[in-house]
């Protein structure tokens, strides 16, 4: 009789936690979405003291405003001007500067449109956009 009453005891539990697992799969707490969205709102734009960012080809990348002239470095020494004015985002889409606008294609060249909200995400995923002088900006969690 005991040893009924600690089986059922044992996949009663076994059950609960069964259930409770696939609860919280299917529907995340509430507090969760907030502290998600306190997060985001947290966020903020800074310039970038570096002045440049990661490609998805692993060079390093600077846009001189100045000049209108996109560079390139492997080294971090030796900037050379890139021919195109193109550089890849972290998913590989290619991205250039064009009349004053950021354009990116996300079918290797085929298409070019503008970038939604001026950004992109760097490789070594930092997320960058220009500001209205075309200065470098970071965003960072404050």
Do not use: C, H
């Not at 966020?43 to 490609?55: F, P």
């Not at 992109?120 to 969690?141: E, I």
Request: charged residues 25%; hydrophobic residues 40%.
């Amino acid at each position: 009789m005991k040893r009924t009453f600690w089986i059922a005891v044992l996949v009663a539990a076994v059950f609960a936690t069964i259930l409770a697992i696939q609860v919280l799969k299917s529907d995340p707490p509430a507090d969760a979405t907030l502290a998600t969205a306190s997060i985001q709102q947290n966020d903020k734009w800074v310039l970038s003291v570096e002045n440049k960012w990661l490609g998805g080809d692993n060079s390093w990348y600077r846009y001189d405003s100045r000049d209108t002239v996109l560079l390139r470095t492997k080294d971090n020494q030796l900037w050379e001007r890139v021919k195109d004015g193109t550089w890849q985002d972290m998913e590989g889409n290619w991205l250039r500067i064009s009349n004053k606008r950021l354009i990116w294609s996300i079918d290797a060249g085929k298409t070019w449109t503008e970038v939604p909200n001026g950004k992109w995400q760097s490789g070594d995923g930092a997320w960058y956009r220009f500001n209205q002088d075309w200065a470098l900006m970071v965003k960072t969690a404050r």
